[in-house]
């Protein structure tokens, strides 16, 4: 994950990764957490050769084992279908994890938007949190995803399946730890709300952006979305719905496609 250092800190406090019933010899993987930000790693057949990383990565390193992103690794083997809680990863420092949202994490998404969008002002990223309030984590939280580890929110989505269009989902506001950005959280985010909403049914997925943002415009393209032509073109050649939002608040609208399987 970083470099390898081969002298450890004196007496760390190691977990094994190991399930608690098996006495088998190993070879393990240890790892330690601290102090600050640092996690280090060690396997029990070379102790002496430590691998030091940082605890944002390590949890996104674990939400990938959890996701199956590492599992054509071990395939054939008697490991794919191992248990990460099992094996103690998570340890005392629980892995992030993913699950519907509630009401009770509004205040948690609000004050993530007030901080983590660091290349806006304060009072930016108040307005920002404007767009999220209270109603929908009260009527869209089955929906909605949090992404929550022992330190609280990490990651949401929050999005809705609209009842005057029940072939459609709509993606309204995603936000993502800057500590977890560019490790597959987003993408995670998106694909679980794409299969929750072709389970329900749902065949398409709609959601807009700034036409400035293009770092958003580049994000939905790589995850399948095409760009609904508009009536203005915005930077880049990109088709723009003018003032969809109102006066001066043009949009970039999106639109991906669902393969709905049934049993």
Same mark, same amino acid.
């Given at each position: ?79 794919? &279908?191992? #248990?990460?809680?099992?094996?103690? !990863?998570? %340890?005392? =420092? $629980? @892995?992030?994890?993913?699950?519907? +949202? ?46 929550? &580890?022992? #330190?609280?929110?990490?990651?949401? !989505?929050? %999005?809705? =399946? $609209? @009842?005057?269009?029940?072939?459609? +989902? ?94």
């Amino acid at each position: 994950m970083t470099d390898a250092r081969p002298d450890p800190p004196a007496d760390p406090d190691w977990v094994r990764a190991a399930p608690a019933d098996d006495p088998g010899p190993g070879p393990w993987i240890e790892y330690a957490v601290g102090p600050g930000d640092a996690v280090r790693l060690r396997g029990t057949d070379a102790p002496d050769r430590v691998v030091t990383t940082t605890r944002a990565k390590w949890e996104a390193f674990v939400l990938g084992v959890r996701a199956g992103e590492f599992d054509h690794f071990v395939e054939g083997t008697d490991m794919t &279908d191992t #248990d990460l809680t099992a094996t103690g !990863l998570t %340890g005392d =420092h $629980p @892995a992030p994890r993913l699950r519907p +949202a509630a009401p009770g994490d509004h205040p948690a998404v609000v004050a993530a938007v007030r901080t983590w969008w660091t290349d806006r002002s304060p009072a930016e990223m108040r307005e920002l949190s404007l767009l999220l309030p209270k109603l929908f984590l009260q009527f869209f939280a089955r929906t909605s995803l949090v992404l929550e &580890d022992g #330190d609280g929110v990490r990651a949401f !989505l929050v %999005g809705f =399946h $609209p @009842a005057d269009h029940p072939d459609e +989902a709509y993606i309204h506001f995603v936000g993502v730890d800057p500590a977890l950005r560019g490790q597959g959280v987003g993408r995670e985010l998106y694909e679980t709300f794409f299969r929750d909403a072709a389970a329900a049914g749902r065949t398409r997925v709609r959601s807009v952006t700034s036409p400035t943002n293009t770092r958003s415009i580049a994000f939905h393209r790589a995850l399948g979305f095409r760009l609904e032509e508009g009536d203005g073109v915005g930077p880049d050649g990109v088709p723009v719905h003018k003032d969809y939002d109102g006066p001066g608040l043009d949009r970039v609208c999106f639109l991906r496609t669902l393969t709905v399987t049934t049993d």
